[in-house]
């Protein structure tokens, strides 16, 4: 099986094993611009991914200040 992680409808997969950072750089996508959850919880950035895993990825949107 594979990791799916999800971004704005976008679904993408990756191999087990890998941390949550390895996989959104393989997809480049910025770990600072998403928060990741799996199940409903919060996961960090040095998670390991394991096989059938379903993280939904969340832009982080960022404002500028006064």
Known sequence: MAVKLTLRNREFEVRPG??????LEKLDILPESVLAT????????????RDGDEV????????GGA
């Not at 890998?18 to 996989?23: E, F, P, Q, R």
């Not at 799996?38 to 991914?49: A, H, K, T, W």
């Not at 939904?56 to 404002?63: F, Q, R």
């Open 38 to 49: 799996r199940g409903g919880e919060l996961i960090l950035e040095d998670e390991i991914l």
């Open 56 to 63: 939904v990825l969340v832009a982080v949107i960022s404002g």
């Open 18 to 23: 890998m941390t949550l950072h390895s996989a």
